[in-house]
């Protein structure tokens, strides 16, 4: 049996995609709701295989300079693939860095527990690495694969359901600007200005494929019978575009379901904006509650009404995971909320010139991160940790309490938290 790895051809990209689950009509997620989808069920497979019409659609999307597909031939036949997105990630000090996204992956289930995945997972970080991308991201489909490659969960979101009757500000909101319900072409326009604004203030952010928001003019009915998409726009005093939000009011017979205003998308530039927004959002005409999907952990609305309680969190979902590629680059790269030195025990299983001693010298103007052979180690880990670490979301306390990191110094754990640490957490809303 003849297995190789290499970059997809032109004239391969047909097979590529129907190795996909989607081409397929299989499913593309564990099935279960995710805190990213505002509705009651699961998100849905295609209806059907793609058509040939449909493959040549996809083959077109996917000719571009930003996608790089990988994949797995077995005596020639291609059996697995995968893909790098060319994407930006703000990271703290909010610098806006180059990060491979990975996509698009799967194994023929003829062909899996074969090692085949390892193997494209290693040809497309040897790729990102040739491309200058220290840090490599992706969305899991499946919670227990990619862990094996040194990815981590570094971002999380959330589904909050609150009741209308519930849904009362603890102080009257005076709006300066104005509220607007828009088209779909005008939201278009919108949503990327407004999102160009918001990640280069938000660490975690990412910056969208091409073509991101051009759904957004056709205003395609969803298969899933949630209703068309509704385009709420905040305009600050001036006339600018502050804020914007995406949400449907989907008819259902059944009482339990009737009657729910769900938010896909929302962001607002600042607070006048956030609450006008919200402010109207649950309180709309003729609903019985709001569900809000995507959501940063760190929900402010929360702190706005009267009763904090009647905000239930109903789904959290890891988003972003990260896999550091090159730890000297990522660590020298992101700023740090307090000045300290650490010596820092890396190991990487798939990545040996990440493995070593690295001495962290950092602070809120910038670090340098040096090898350290012969230092004393203050605290040890993979690059594993490291990814769900590196944006400030997670704790390294959390991980040394679950036996993930190690303690080499006294109180060195908890100086790593102080430096690593964020006002508030990391949050990506786009996916890719």
């Known amino acids: 049996m003849a297995i190789e790895f ?43 295989p ?8 996809y083959a077109e999307e996917v000719r571009s300079d930003w996608f790089r597909p990988q994949a797995a031939f077995v005596d020639g036949k ?23 996204g990975v996509t698009s992956t799967a194994v023929m289930a003829t062909h899996r527990r074969k090692g085949l995945l390892r193997g494209i997972m290693t040809a497309m970080l ?10 490599v991201g992706l ?48 939201a278009a326009e919108v949503w990327p200005v407004l999102h160009e604004q918001v990640r280069a203030r ?16 056709a205003n395609a009915l969803p298969r899933d019978g949630s209703g068309p998409a509704r385009h709420l726009v905040h305009r600050d005093a001036n006339g600018v575009v502050d804020g914007a939000a995406i949400f449907r009011l989907p008819w259902s017979p059944d009482p339990a379901l009737a009657g729910a205003l769900q938010v896909e998308a929302f962001e607002a530039l600042n607070l006048n904006a956030y609450r006008a927004l919200w402010s109207l959002l649950t309180d709309f005409d003729l609903t019985n509650r709001v569900v809000a999907a995507r959501r940063p952990v760190v929900e402010p609305l929360r702190w706005m009404l009267a009763n904090q309680r009647a905000m239930r969190v109903t789904r959290t979902r890891d988003n972003l995971w990260l896999r550091i590629l ?20 890396v190991t990487d299983d798939l990545c040996e010139w990440n493995a070593g001693r690295w001495h962290l010298e950092a602070g809120p103007d ?22 769900s670490l590196y944006l400030g979301g997670v704790s390294p306390g959390d991980l040394l309490a679950a036996g993930r990191i190690g303690e080499h110094r006294p109180g060195a754990v908890s100086r790593l938290g102080g430096m690593l640490r964020l006002d508030t957490a990391p949050h990506n809303a786009v996916g890719f």
């Open 50 to 57: 793609a058509s040939d019409e449909d493959l040549d659609r």
């Open 139 to 186: 969305s899991a489909s499946e919670g227990s694969i990619y862990g094996r490659y040194g990815f981590s969960p570094a971002t999380f979101q959330e589904r909050w359901e609150l009741q209308r009757t519930e849904a009362k500000f603890r102080e009257p909101v005076q709006d300066s600007g104005e509220l607007d319900l828009v088209d779909g072409p005008t």
């Open 126 to 135: 040897t790729d990102c690495r040739e491309h200058g991308e220290f840090v």
């Open 202 to 217: 938000r660490v975690g952010e990412i910056s969208p494929l091409p073509g991101k928001w051009d759904g957004l003019e």
């Open 366 to 387: 910038g670090a340098t991160c040096t090898a350290a052979p012969a230092a004393q180690v203050d605290v040890s880990l993979s690059t594993t940790e490291l990814g």
């Open 6 to 48: 290499r970059p997809v051809t032109e004239s391969e990209i047909r097979d590529y995609l129907r190795v996909l689950p989607y081409v397929n009509g299989l499913p593309q997620e564990e099935p279960r709701p995710s805190a990213w989808y505002a509705g009651h069920a699961a998100w849905p497979p295609q209806p059907a």
């Open 78 to 100: 291609l059996v697995g693939a995968s893909a790098i997105v060319s994407v930006e990630v703000t990271i703290p000090g909010l610098r806006q860095v180059p990060m491979g």
């Open 326 to 345: 090159d730890v000297v680059a990522a660590l020298e790269a992101r700023a740090y909320a307090v000045p300290g030195s650490l010596v820092l025990e």
